[in-house]
């Protein structure tokens, strides 16, 4: 069933798209760090759309990515999992490698592990501020249902679900927007041969070695 009874729509605007958060590689989508709040609430069955932010000039107020939720695991149980070992990160890798996502484990303190990544610091030490605004919420969210469009972000009504300028997400109960589930329904019959593959490169794509402090936005 593509909207399943219960469910909602998450949707958020992306300040940053590098191919991090979320995660589109390999034919599954995760948001395993960023967005803690939706990352708590949102469950199997709910969907997130993520609309380009004002930093992101091109494709501001734009679909880059549709995704329904088919599975949230714990942050070790993301790490542990063979399936997704191909998501953790390699600074000396490819493109795509370098952007892995599966960057947080416990060690047996249950002390948090960050690996070396788009979240740490330049030489590879634990950004804490990255760090801990990500494990505020100790869960990742895993699709096989999505359609991630990238620098070809398409156009979508917003103003029919209420989006407007907003702080951190809004929450629509799919059993009674009829335009959230309109919007679902558009972007998956129009783009049903396109799902679960990146259609287009990440808008930062190009900024792929980079590293970003979420509390002040800096790029390095």
């Given at each position: ?27 599954i989508c995760t948001l395993a760090t ?42 070790n149980d993301y790490w542990e999992d ?27 303190n249950n002390d948090w592990i960050q ?106």
């Amino acid at each position: 069933m593509l909207i399943e009874n219960n469910s909602y729509l998450y949707a958020y605007s992306i300040t940053r798209d590098f191919g991090f958060a979320p995660n589109p590689f390999h034919g599954i989508c995760t948001l395993a760090t960023c967005k803690p709040r939706i990352r708590k609430a949102a469950n199997i069955g709910d969907w997130i759309l993520g609309i380009g932010g004002a930093n992101l000039k091109s494709v501001k107020k734009k679909c880059i990515l549709l995704m329904k939720v088919t599975e949230k695991i714990s942050f070790n149980d993301y790490w542990e999992d063979n399936r997704f070992a191909i998501k953790k990160p390699a600074r000396n890798g490819s493109h795509v490698q370098i952007l892995g996502d599966n960057i947080y484990h416990q060690d047996d303190n249950n002390d948090w592990i960050q690996e070396d990544s788009h979240h740490s610091n330049a030489d590879g030490s634990f950004n804490m501020t990255n760090l801990e605004r990500d494990t505020r919420t100790d869960q990742v969210l895993i699709s096989r249902h999505f359609y991630y469009f990238g620098d070809k972000a398409v156009d979508v009504d917003l103003d029919s679900i209420g989006y407007h300028r907003i702080r951190d997400y809004i929450k629509l109960s799919l059993d009674h927007s009829i335009p959230a589930n309109d919007l679902i329904k558009k972007i998956d019959a129009e783009f049903h041969s396109d799902k679960n593959i990146v259609i287009s490169d990440p808008c930062q794509f190009s900024d792929f070695y980079k590293r970003v402090d979420q509390g002040t936005g800096e790029l390095y």
